[in-house]
């Protein structure tokens, strides 16, 4: 590798102030478009989805793309199902013998995909903190009442999900961390259809369970419990409460689609390089109450699609490179990078195909000549051709502290956890500065629109990926 580069004729990427003062306007024109009152937030499942989904093939398609679905029969588009899912009502009572105990309602908060979640004198058995392996003849059917152990709760209650209960209920502290949970689960998620399940969750407040238990019965469970924490043997406990619950959701089904466009390379069983940015936001986001609702998205995420745009025909104008270029644009990557899972479960040509993966994700923040964010530094193959790069341009890279917390929060680590070498490299994350005014300014609101952003680091980032990608892109220099 470090041969191939020595021995590569292209150093660095100079362009002129004036065609630098270019490609800027050209960003600014791809946000002002995409950030547009009139794409209405490019929510998924909207006509602001439709438009951008049409820009982006209007501007790629003349520069030489074709579609990269690989499906003749949704071409450029890769349909992704999605479900919408907002928590509507729930009403819940324990049964002791024949006696009756309500559930307060503000102290009980309930969450399932399904539309109505229905069960009638449920038995319950007490898990403890779930750190203990479970019989799943034991637990099926029934109600499995486990304790929150923060940071460790929600893998500990997929694992009971596993094994068929009818509910896992959650203890928490009080009223007010259900208020929480329900105050949650009462806005909008999306979820990807294939991910959609029957599994009920219902947390719960403790006060509860010791009134329905007793206070003595449920001092001595959760002294058991907190006895044999962390060791792994703790003897689950089929308690004399019966739970009936009535929870429904309001669900319905959204349509929408990842954008994905190839530029054909000169040697097409060489691989790929895919380039990927979410095109989704939040459409109204805003408070009900506020004279402007509506979340532009203006940096997060117009700015990447259109460096993305602007970088794709860069490269289909100049010399023809080696391996397929790839440009995909994700749906509902503000609701867990779900288009970005989508594309990772049925991609267009196997995974192992693509060499590497630049992902371009919020990148109008810092001024031209600030450092460069490495996300997903030494993670990859790629670290040297990068580094080297990087230096070429006479770059300097950013502190590695600075991008780390942000590996997990973008479309490259849905990619990362399929053994595709994905990496998000730009300045927006080279800034500690500059990032942290914008997470706690603009960011996911109304105020992120078209009009004075920064973009001479966003130019900077095209220029390092033009360079960039047509090393790996050449099976020369990155075999």
Known sequence: MGLAL?????TGINVSPSEFAQIEGRLSSHIDVLASEDFAGRRPGTIGEN????????????????SGTNDPANPWNAPVPLVSIVGDSGLAQFKVGQRIIPIDSEAIATATDARRALMEDAETVFVGYADTEVDKEFV????????????????????LHELGPAAVVTV???????????QFQMRERLILASQANENVSVFMAREELAKAIGENRWGELLASADASKGTGEFDPVLLSLKLTLDARTDRRDVSSRNFIARLP?????????????HWDHFGECGPEDAEDRLCNGA????????LMIELGKRLAS?????????????TAEEWGLLGAVAFSDAPPVPLDEFVAAFNFDTVAISP????????????TPLDEIIKQTIADMDRELAPRELSEPFLQRQDGWALLQRDVPAVLLSNAFGSEERLTAFLSGDYHQPSDEPGDIELGGAVDDLLLHELLIRRVADTEVYP
Request: aromatic share 4%; with cysteine; glycine share 16%.
């Open 6 to 10: 020595a021995a590569c004729a292209s």
């Open 51 to 66: 438009k951008t989904l049409d820009y982006m093939r209007g501007q790629l398609e003349p520069a030489g793309f074709v």
């Open 140 to 159: 099926r059917g029934r109600v499995a009442i486990m304790l929150s152990d923060p940071g460790l709760s929600p893998a500990r209650r997929a694992a």
């Open 172 to 182: 928490v502290e009080s009223a007010q961390s259900t208020a929480q949970i329900r």
């Open 265 to 277: 390379g000169a040697k097409p069983d060489a691989g790929a390089v895919l380039l990927l940015g």
């Open 299 to 306: 940096v997060d995420n117009a700015s990447g699609i259109g």
């Open 318 to 330: 100049g010399k023809p490179m080696d391996r397929d270029l790839y440009i995909l644009g994700t």
């Open 368 to 379: 031209e000549g600030s450092p460069v964010g490495f996300i997903g530094e030494g993670r």
